[in-house]
């Protein structure tokens, strides 16, 4: 197959590129430019498009031999994950911009320009595995799995994806670039969102959004308990950086139940206040065979990185909902919730849908 | 492989070749004073005094550099420095100038206080020479314009500007490098000032260039040290690429006009062909057969609904090496300044692709484009134009 191998710089990206050439296929390296100003140099772990990670890239694709094209994928990047991550914000709810990404950039811009270009997958580094049957499961690492930023793509999108890295573990993929004589070997893991270089989420948002002082008040009492810069910068369940002048008076934590942009409130309580049972989501994504009918019995996963939590999980059009079997804390709407079935040879991905409200 | 990128880098002539592997093989630094030293300056001096020949120059008029960016770098900055304290703080700039030229120049007027104003050109890439007329006045430092253009190949009326700059007192700048050896250049008759002209354009190797710089510009060094040239620039000459440049110049010169005739006539075979396959391909730049306005070796179209990059994408596919003929920042292409400052829209700017012959061209390069071409375009046409 011709394959087109999006390469971040990374060493992921880097190993995934090289199997799919030991395997046979014709390889077409790309590098995504995501950032309007790339910045020359990587500071840290963060960020994913500096010059020096395109160079990165390009060194890559010459040890494997392939060709390699840098793609100016920036203003739509901006339009699709940037400003939906901001808008996102400011309505209230926690966007997850990798899976905005895949959804939007990778798997989408990316794969229809490469389809038309003649290419028949495009190949990435995510960890997750994708067999012949079609179907979507956990990495067997799962300190490193991503399928849960993947299950927003359809059977049409995953029918032209390879994840060659989904059985092996992060170890064994610094190994085999070493082996290879990849230089991005031991490069260090990205973290956190690409395009806040410096990680101050809030800081970010302050600069999109502007400050907009409010109140924080007790979701019990209604009391005003403190005062915030913009509502949009805090997220369900949130402890840190409250700033509250006076303690519960029980003395324990408290944290964020809600964000209403409306009134530009944060309503905060005790962790108790944060637990849920019920949650629903819009925009369904099916994966697995045809949508079910009735309520079904499996896992969700409701954050990028959370356990797995048994529920009864029911469509309704494109909506979801997923009855929790025991109580989970802290969950946002604009997260995803994937639905999981348990497997042994890896959970498989059912479907995912955005959640919308949790109670 | 067909190579039809020659605008880019073309290969080295066999002699030019042989011509630096001797020299290589000889030790002498130029500057010093024995034996060997002498031997390395007399090459040296021979390669100045054969490129002076075939460039209507004086040999002290040749300034060897370590190539076209340097020797624009060196032209510009120079010549504003050393005019500066005279009041003339104003650079005049060709809009479709190289990078080379229009980021020093830039650089001149965002650290240095100078005043630029650049100069317009006409749908072909042109600078009208009353457009010159109409900016010169008693502040100007210097003009620069490119002999010709390296992206749709169109050849300025040199003279013309530089006699209208003589006129005021100005000194005119000119990157030759894609001029030298496809268009007759001379450089006393040009009556320009200063001409940039470099080795790997033209058979030679990469790396070598020359700035031929009239005796009486004054010119304030970039590069300061051991004064080797004329004080004007420092480093250890380059002896072993000074001689296979020089020889590389020497021959393009000599050998320029039946070279471009061929060229030409192969060049004009290349667009009727392209014109065949693809019908609404357009040609940019100059149209073909008037000679002295287009480089006989270019061929430069947009595609309409393509994106460059998918084309070359596709075609390198096929072993065919191709040029967006656009600047590059981290591999990324930005629509063409030159074709933007053709009058041409963005979309168009970015659906173009640039076709160079060179002195290794055959027809089976041509073959092999056409081949390829029609099913590229069809795909590139379908993927559409990206955001």
Redesign the interface.
Known sequence: MRVLAAMSGGVDSAVAAARAVAAGHDV?GV?L?LSKN?ATHRTGARGCCT?ED??DA?RAADVLAI?F????????FH?DVVEDFVAEYAAGRTPNPCLRCNEKIKFA?VLD?AL???FDAVVTGHHARLGADGLLRRSVDLAKDQSYVLAVLNSEQLGHSMFPLGDSTKEQVRAEAHARGLGVADKPDSHDICFIADGDTQGFLRKHLGSEPGDIVDGSTGEVLGRHDGAFAYTVGQRKGLALGRPAPDGRPRYVLSITPVTNTVTVGPAEALEVTQVDGARTVWIAGEPPTGPIECEVQLRAHGRPAPAVVELDGSAMSARLRRPERGIAAGQAVVAYRPDPAGDIVLGSATITTAS | MAYLDHAATTPMLPEALDAYVATAREVGNASSLHGPGRAARRRVEESRERIAAVLGARPSEVIFTGGGTESDNLAIKGIYWARRPDGRTKVLTGAVEHHAVLDAVHWLGQHEGAEVVSLPVDHEGRVRPDVLAEALDDTVALVTVMWANNEVGTVQPIAELAALAAARGVPLHTDAVQAVGQVPVDYAASGVAALTLTGHKLGGPLGVGALVLGRDVACTPLLHGGGQERDVRSGTLDVPGIVSFAFAVEHAVKHQEQHSQRLAALRDELVERVRAVVPDAVLNGAPTGQPGSRLPGNAHFSFPGCEG??LL??L??QDIAVSTGSAC?????QPSHVLLEMGADPLSARSSLRFTLGHTSTRADLDALITALPPAVD??R???M??
Do not use: N
């Open positions: 077409t590098h430019a790339a010059k395109a160079h390009r060709p094209y840098v793609w100016d994928m920036a203003e739509r339009e811009a320009r038309a270009l003649g | 990059d998918a994408l596709l390198d596919a920042s981290a591999g990324v292409a795909r590139a379908r993927a559409g990206s955001r």
